[in-house]
C-alpha cells in the first residue's frame, strides 16, 4: 500500500497564525498551492519522513512534531494512505529554501484559497489540534525564545485562536498550568515597568 507523510508547520509571525505552503512544479495540481510532504523512502519510518520532510523546508529540528491523523487519499494525490504530522516553528529560526521550483512560502493560515489535494482538511484538523493542546500543555515552546514574557507569549495564544485574551486571567491560565517559571530577570523596555522574564520548565512535548 503507497504511504505518505504531509507535514502542517505553523509559525507566528506579525501576530497571526501562519502556515507553509508549497507551490507545485508538477501534475497533479501544478501552479497549486500545497502543504510540504511526499513518500516515506526506502526504510524510511513515518515519523523519520516527518522529521526529514521538516529539517529539508525549514532547516530545523528539535520543535514541536506530532502525528496529526490518517487520511485514506487526499483529492488526486497518489498515496492511498496519507499520514499527518504538524510541528510548530519560530520563524526567527527557520531558513526556507530559496528554489524557484517548488517555492516554498508563509501564508496566513486563515481566509486560504482552496489547496491541492484537499489540504485544507488537513489545515483545518490541525488547527483544531492546536487549539486544543493551548488548554493542557506546553505547545507552544517552539514558538517562543528561551526566555519571554507573558506578554510576548499571551500574542502567541492570541495568533493561535484568532481572538484577544484577557491579560489577567491569561496570565493565571498559564502560571496555573505549572508549564513555566520565573527566571529572575527582567526585560526593560522604554519608560515601561521592567517587564518579568519567563521561561518553559521544560522544552519537549508533553505527553497528558
Do not use: C
Request: no cysteine; aromatic share 8%; net charge neutral.
Amino acid at each position: 500500500m503507497a504511504a505518505a507523510v504531509v507535514v502542517v508547520i505553523f509559525t507566528v509571525q506579525q501576530e497571526r497564525l501562519s502556515v507553509l505552503l508549497i507551490e507545485r512544479a508538477a501534475d497533479p495540481g501544478r501552479g497549486e498551492w500545497a502543504l510540504p510532504g511526499g513518500v516515506l523512502r526506502e526504510g524510511e519510518s513515518l515519523d523519520g519522513a516527518a522529521a526529514r520532510k521538516l529539517a529539508d523546508e525549514t532547516g530545523v529540528s528539535e520543535v514541536f512534531l506530532e502525528q496529526l491523523y490518517t487520511f485514506d487519499r487526499l483529492g488526486e494525490g497518489r498515496a492511498e494512505v496519507v499520514v499527518t504530522y504538524f510541528a510548530l516553528v519560530d520563524v526567527a529560526q527557520v531558513r526556507l529554501r530559496t528554489d524557484l521550483e517548488w517555492r516554498p512560502a508563509w501564508h496566513p493560515a486563515r481566509g486560504l484559497p482552496p489547496l491541492a489535494f484537499e489540504n485544507e482538511r488537513v489545515l483545518r484538523y490541525a488547527e483544531e489540534r492546536l487549539r486544543s493542546k493551548l488548554e493542557y500543555t506546553n505547545v507552544v515552546y517552539s514558538l517562543l525564545p528561551a526566555q519571554f514574557t507573558l506578554t510576548e507569549m499571551q500574542r502567541v495564544y492570541e495568533a493561535i485562536l484568532g481572538e484577544p485574551m484577557d491579560k489577567r486571567n491569561f496570565r493565571r491560565r498559564v502560571v496555573g498550568l505549572g508549564i513555566v517559571r520565573e527566571t529572575g530577570q527582567t526585560l526593560k523596555r522604554g519608560a515601561h515597568r521592567p517587564a518579568r522574564q519567563y521561561e518553559f520548565i521544560s522544552r519537549a512535548p508533553m505527553t497528558l
